[in-house]
């Protein structure tokens, strides 16, 4: 089968034919029919040699969706041709978080060297991807699995970012929304789903801001040093309840927490260049801010995210790409010329 891998570090990802997989006892064959690209694809490329923690060559893609193929030894009670989307965060499923669907904070998946698919494991850019367990697979029956599997991550990292804060996001309040590419896009329609809070969305360009406010912000403010000013001018001395940062370098960070109002919660989603903080403090940030960092989100958020995609919630824009030109995906989102996601249609 071919598939997209990382070869070398520091090298573009490369299409390649490699052994089609089959499923060892309790696993999962799924043709892939959707694969998205996500920038944390771009921050593990970006990698030293020194840093980089996965075997090489590494199959991309932690997003996917496919019909089950073929089952192992043991699967009960999944018909073969099922249309499901792969929740990523795979984790021991036994222990304290497992047990709460949070495999995302599995306390054993370190040491049970469990990788998520496209992280370690065998992703998803390929025509053929094996999923652990068939607790891994949530079906979407007839949605279409393109529009749809943007939602295993880029919808359900600021499903669970934002459901942790609703009760924050009281009628009259502001959430900031600051970088709305892959999930930032999906973040400002959950914001207006989920809560009656009004959104201000931050960007590098006009076109990104126009984007933003097409799929639902109220407000959109170019992304730079007056960018606390400009942003405050619209919420008032009160700042914001809820700021999303998408980005995650030093520069939104700052902003971030210069926006924030008492008692916010500030969420740093993106993962920068892996070294950037917020300062916190007395005097330094405001009183009672949380300041936190989440990691993707829990098995039963990505069930509640398919039930709300069901009802037509979303309206995810995709750039589709097919396996031959996945590198091409790549270099768009390196160049930030993406309109939401990419997604790999093999
Ligand atoms: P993306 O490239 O699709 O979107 C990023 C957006 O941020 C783009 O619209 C870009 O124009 C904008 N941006 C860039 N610099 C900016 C700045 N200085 N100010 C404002 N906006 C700016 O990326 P994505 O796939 O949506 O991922 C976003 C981030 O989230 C990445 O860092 C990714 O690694 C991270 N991520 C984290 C988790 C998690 O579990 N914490 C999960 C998925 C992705
Ligand atoms: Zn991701
Ligand atoms: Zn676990």
């Given at each position: 089968m071919k598939a997209l891998q990382y070869v070398t570090v520091g090298a573009e990802p490369e299409v390649r034919e490699i052994p089609t997989p089959e499923p060892g006892p309790g696993e999962v064959l799924l043709k892939v029919t959707a694969a998205g690209v996500c920038h944390s694809d771009d921050f593990v490329m970006s990698m030293p040699l020194e840093m980089f923690g996965f075997d090489l060559p590494l199959t991309l893609g932690h997003e996917g969706a496919g019909t089950v193929a073929a089952v192992g030894e043991g699967v009960r009670g999944l018909e073969l041709g099922t249309s499901a989307v792969v929740y990523g965060p795979?984790?021991?499923?036994?222990?304290w978080f497992c047990a709460q669907g949070m495999e995302n904070y599995c306390s054993r998946a370190g040491e049970l060297r469990i990788f998520p698919p496209g992280l370690?494991?065998?992703?998803?850019?390929?025509?053929y991807l094996i999923v652990?367990?068939?607790?891994?697979l949530v079906p979407i029956g007839d949605l279409d699995p393109v529009q749809t599997?943007?939602?295993?991550?880029a919808g359900l990292t600021p499903y669970h970012a934002i459901k942790r804060s609703l009760g924050k996001l009281r009628p009259g309040s502001w959430a900031v929304v600051i970088g709305s590419g892959g999930l930032g896009h999906v973040a400002i329609q959950l914001l207006r789903q989920l809560s009656s809070a009004r959104v201000v969305a931050l960007d590098v360009n006009d076109e990104k801001l126009e984007f933003a406010k097409s799929v639902g912000a109220h407000e959109a403010v170019l992304s730079n040093a007056q960018a606390p000013d400009n942003v405050r001018k619209i919420?008032?001395?009160?700042?914001?309840s809820l700021v999303l940062d998408f980005v995650g370098y030093q520069p939104t960070i700052d902003i971030a927490m210069g926006v924030a109002g008492i008692d916010s919660d500030v969420t740093i989603v993106g993962v920068g260049d892996g070294k950037s903080a917020a300062r916190v403090g007395f005097g330094v940030s405001p009183y009672e801010a949380a300041v936190t960092s989440p990691y993707w989100g829990a098995r039963s958020e990505l069930i509640e995210l398919i039930d709300l995609a069901h009802e037509g919630a979303f309206d995810i824009a995709v750039e589709r790409f097919d396996l031959d030109n996945a590198p091409e995906a790549y270099r768009r989102l390196a160049a930030n010329t993406l309109r939401g996601r990419a997604v790999i249609v093999p």
């Open positions: 795979w984790g021991c499923g036994t222990c370690g494991a065998p992703g998803a850019i390929a025509e652990d367990s068939p607790r891994h599997v943007p939602l295993t991550d919420t008032g001395a009160a700042g914001a």
